[in-house]
């Protein structure tokens, strides 16, 4: 894989993660709180699987990894 093709399948990642976030919150302001609670654990099994892949191409090529996402530099630097 060249870096070119792990960052468009980050983007890709990143707004399929943004939709589950929708249909999350869709489902806390439609669903009673009990079926909201079966359904939402599924929802977050599958941002947690996205995210494994993103750290897998993270991993692979660490210049494409979110600014938002990098840690702070040590003081002085």
Known sequence: ????????????LMGVQGN????AHYMKNNLSD??????VT???SSM???FDVSQSLYAMFPDIVPAE???PFPPGK
Request: net charge negative.
């Open 20 to 23: 589950l976030d929708g249909i």
């Open 1 to 12: 894989m060249d870096r070119e093709i792990a960052l468009r399948i980050d983007g890709m």
């Open 34 to 39: 009990e079926e909201y609670s079966n359904l």
């Open 69 to 71: 996402l990098r840690p």
């Open 42 to 44: 599924l929802i977050g």
């Open 48 to 50: 947690a699987a996205l």
